[in-house]
């Protein structure tokens, strides 16, 4: 004689191929009045929503997760020489960096922060921007920084949007093209790092197209022809990076005539 | 199941840093461990921060990792998710904000005309760790019992009594909604 919860089990199984409930519970005349609640429980439990993680959160976990990974040393020669990282050119960025940075002045560039196109200070933080990526000595660092700039695009995109109700084109566009410029550094990344990064632009893709279609039904006229093209640039480009992925392929510097980028 | 399992190459590669194993981790099993947590925690806030402690611990100690892949992750999970009910429970009251996390979209469609996904979450949080890593593991990500009984470290006849437990304790939570 079976145990209830042995019975339970295969009727769990019934279910699961189909089975009316009542066919599966008469088979179990005196279990039937204690199994019927709890199979009927059970199929709410299986038709439950299933939730997904918000793909920004994805995005952030495979930063951080770069963090915590060794570099690996290539096998190659013990000292080869990069003339990027040669003393003077570091001399040399450096001297730039805190020209420019004494030019506009330290309490301008902290003040830029939450300036917006057209505001007096904005040119003060795409220069800020600039330096930052002067400074950015490593291709990753670099890298990290086009996906920075290009959420600050967006975030700058949605404040002007919440201020007066406009959509900016141009930063749509910056916004998309920052990304792109990431995605163009991954061949310069040390070969053990490419792969997570493809990753980290292809869910930062994702979160830009779920913030704009969060931002689309709330847009109107001829300013939704901006966002509607937007999210179909990202669609195609979050399907042709995980093409090219299947593909073990990491565009743009494979060289492939797959490789166009859009 | 919904995922099969991650190739054992992957796992290897993912030990020596591996950064393209380390992100086909993420990608396979990221969703399903929030799955996993979100029913077990307050807010969809909380399973994504938990859910990202899991995989950072993973990224961490992935090198010392031995035996079954799913086992070790699921452990993980369990680990991190017992740390955060101490957190709570020291916590007692919670913010503001998370309450209004708490809301969820479809909080008022009830499932089957019985109970809401916000009500299905509360119930689940009331059972057992036990009862409550089973009923997920079997109903909410539709492991088989084999699976779930490698991935708890139990019996197959220890998961089928808890999936029977768990099921009756959650009638006794929801009957008054449901009349189950």
Known sequence: ????????????????????????????????EELRP??????????APK?????????????????????????????????????????TRAVAAVLIFALLGWSAVGASAGALPGELLYPVKLAAEQVTLVLAFK???K??????????????????????????AELIKEMLEEAKLAL???????????????SKVLHFNDYQKDTLQSLQPHVAGAQRKYIDDAIEDCSSRGEWMRNMREKGVYCPWEGSADCDWR | ????????????????????????????????????????VRTAQDAEDLTSEVFMKVVRSIQRQSGNFEAWLHTIAKNTLTDYYRRKASRKEYSADEKELEAVPDNNQRDGGCFTQEELKTAIT?????????IVLRFIEGCDNEETARITGKSVGAVKALQFRGLAALKDILKEDCRL
């Open chain 1, 139 to 141: 291709p990753e660092g």
């Open chain 2, 126 to 134: 009331k059972l057992t760790g036990e009862q409550q890593e089973v």
């Open chain 2, 1 to 40: 199941m919904e995922t099969p399992e991650i190739p054992k190459e992957t796992i290897e590669k993912a030990k020596d840093s591996d950064s393209g194993a380390i992100a086909e981790i993420f990608e396979h099993y990221y969703a399903r461990i929030y799955r996993g947590l979100y029913y077990r």
């Open chain 1, 51 to 91: 939730p997904e993680p918000r793909a920004n959160a994805v995005y952030n976990a495979l930063i951080e997760a770069g963090q915590y990974l060794p570099v690996k040393r290539s096998p190659g020669p013990r000292f080869r020489l990069d003339w990027l990282s040669l003393p003077q050119f570091t001399f």
């Open chain 1, 184 to 198: 163009d550094k991954i061949s310069a990344l040390p070969k053990e790092k490419q792969a997570l990064f493809y």
């Open chain 1, 143 to 168: 890298a990290e920084l086009r996906l920075t700039f290009s959420e600050q695009r967006m975030q700058e995109l949605l404040a002007r949007y919440r201020k007066d109700g406009t959509i900016d």
């Open chain 1, 1 to 32: 004689m079976n145990s209830i919860e042995e019975i339970l089990d295969l009727c769990l199984e019934e279910r699961r191929k189909g089975v009316p409930l009542n066919d599966v519970l008469a088979k179990y005349p005196g279990q039937a």
């Open chain 1, 38 to 47: 709890l199979l009927l429980l059970a199929a709410g439990l299986e038709a």
